[in-house]
């Protein structure tokens, strides 16, 4: 028998975590509170639809390929990939939209289109973006942040600027047009944080969008969270769901002893956890936890988000599988993220129609949509503010797309700040982690291995490299290769 790792969660750095613990021999246990796997990920079905709860954008096929590479496996041995094209749709007014196409030659004609001149500075800020794609994703974002000196190398000093510089004023430099520009700060918002406080170096995002291409995996996101769980189950991962991790328990020399699952003690030679990392350290006592509620609640998280999932009675018009209005200011509602936390007088929104291109999603003749609006974390939360806001974003969408929606409701369900606590122990209901800053990014977040407690790490998006699916999996990956080298 190897040594027994427990993780806490079962979100994709737990899973990807399993994965490659269980085929170095240990003897791999995943314990979840919920009664489903995936964390954030989460599914959830009504009346016959389909909701993916949490990431819809599948982005960088290339880190999932290099998954499912390391066990021998490709993404299609468990679900089939379909390139969207068009990618998606980004609407600025009435009548006022943007179509980015499925292929780079079509975005850089719309470009052009847009404004004179503009394709040229396109094309040469996404050869820099895939610069920085192939010396952060291909090689940066797998370091373990134990040390800045992981950072050092010829590339990265070449690139100095790109460390020092923002997206922002990257992105401005060459091309003026304001609705052009906002597309191209939107692949950083994946990040969590403002574009003028995301590194230049996070260009490679837009690689990630223009180049690589947005896919769908067919039936959902939650299809990846299933091969994941095949594939750790082929290699004898238990999983044990409805198990809630209350404490993480130690000998006298603060060493792992085991875990307290649903009020039982279990001996563990390691613990892992992929659970939130704040609320990880609230499971130990106060002398073991590296970091003071202070620190906590000076970081920058990224943001929470209100969460609506529809049941149309009718097909929509004029949407996208992926559509994002931006027919407001981002900087005014990034001020009520950032800033005081308040909520937005005027939110930008994201909409996903997934059965556009999948019937899986909905019966015929009718569609699914998840509405997202990103909200401060821990901003108040009540079932009054989540209505006005869906009036809010209902009434945008008829108007923005010239069609009546609200009668053919036939369902909605909601999810915000106050679920995101509840469901997940999330630190004051972030959605998606600890945002990419320049102060929180590699060596500057919290660290995987414990400083305090052997045999305890952490994994997922509040640990390096960030949020994100693909920055989860990988994640998973590094504690993962941390544990068998210590242990
Ligand atoms: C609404 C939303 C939209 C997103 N959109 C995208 C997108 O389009 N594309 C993309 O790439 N990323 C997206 N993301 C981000 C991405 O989903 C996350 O970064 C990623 O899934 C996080 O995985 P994780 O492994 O860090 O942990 P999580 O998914 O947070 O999993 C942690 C797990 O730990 C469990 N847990 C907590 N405490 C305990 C305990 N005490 N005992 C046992 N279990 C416990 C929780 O129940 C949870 O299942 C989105 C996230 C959200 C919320």
């Known amino acids: ?18 994965c490659y613990l269980a085929k170095a021999g240990y003897d791999v246990i995943v314990f979840e509170k919920n009664n489903y796997l995936g964390g954030r990920a989460r599914q959830f079905k009504k009346e016959g639809f389909i909701f993916d709860m949490g990431p819809t954008w599948y982005w960088m096929p290339d880190v999932f390929e290099k998954f499912f590479a390391d066990f021998g496996k490709k993404p299609s041995d468990y679900y089939q990939l379909e390139r969207l094209s068009p990618a998606y749709e980004v609407y600025f007014g009435k009548e006022d939209s943007i179509v ?41 974002v797998y370091k373990p942040g134990q040390s800045p000196l992981e950072l050092v190398n010829i590339e990265t000093i070449k690139r100095l600027h790109h460390v020092f510089g923002n997206i922002r004023s990257q992105v401005s430099r060459r091309i003026k047009n304001k609705k052009l520009l906002k597309i191209l700060e939107f692949p950083v918002l994946f990040l969590g944080a403002k574009p003028q406080d995301t590194p230049a170096l996070y260009s490679f995002m837009n690689w990630a969008d223009f180049g690589l291409g947005t896919w769908h995996p067919v039936g959902g996101m939650y299809k990846v969270v299933e091969a994941m769980v095949a594939l750790a189950r082929s290699m004898n991962v238990e999983f044990r769901t409805n198990s809630n991790v209350q404490e993480i328990t130690l000998d006298s020399v603060g060493k792992t002893k085991g875990i307290i699952v649903n009020d039982e003690f ?26 003071s509620e202070k620190y906590w609640d000076k970081r920058v998280f990224a943001p929470s988000s209100l969460l609506f999932y529809v049941g149309f009675d009718k097909k929509l018009k004029n949407v996208k599988h992926h559509t994002l209005f931006f027919d407001t200011e981002f900087d005014v509602h990034a001020e009520t993220i950032y800033g005081p936390p308040s909520w937005p007088k005027e939110p930008l929104f994201y909409a996903s129609y997934p059965s556009i291109t999948d019937g899986s999603f909905a019966p015929a003749g009718k569609e699914a949509a998840t509405f997202l609006i990103p909200l401060a974390p821990g901003v108040e939360d009540t079932l009054s503010i989540r209505e006005k806001y869906f009036n809010i974003i209902i009434r945008r969408l008829e108007e923005l797309t010239q069609q009546s929606v609200k009668e053919f409701i036939i369902f909605k369900e909601s999810f915000c700040v106050n679920d995101f606590v509840k469901d997940y122990n999330s630190y004051k209901g972030n ?53 068998i080298k210590h242990n």
Do not use: C, W
Not at 2 to 10: D, E, F, P, Q, R
Not at 266 to 281: F, P
Not at 466 to 472: E, K, N, R, T, Y
């Open 1 to 18: 028998m190897g040594k027994k790792v427990h993780i806490i969660g079962s979100g994709f750095s737990s899973l990807a975590s399993a």
């Open 100 to 140: 980015i196409p499925g292929d780079l030659e079509g975005i850089v004609d719309v470009f052009e289109k847009e404004e004179k001149g503009s394709s040229i500075h396109l094309k040469h800020f996404l050869k820099q973006a895939k610069g920085n794609y192939d010396v952060a994703v291909k090689d940066l």
């Open 266 to 291: 279990i001996a563990s030679d390691v613990v892992l956890s992929g659970a939130d990392y704040h609320h990880t350290e609230t499971l130990l006592p106060q002398k073991y936890r590296q970091y």
């Open 431 to 483: 959605a998606y982690g600890l945002a990419n800053t320049l102060m929180q990014t590699a060596f500057l977040r919290p660290k995987i291995k414990s400083k305090k407690v052997k045999n305890l790490f952490f994994t997922g998006q509040l640990t390096v490299p960030g949020p994100g699916v693909p920055p989860a999996l990988i994640s998973g990956k590094i504690a993962s290769d941390l544990i």
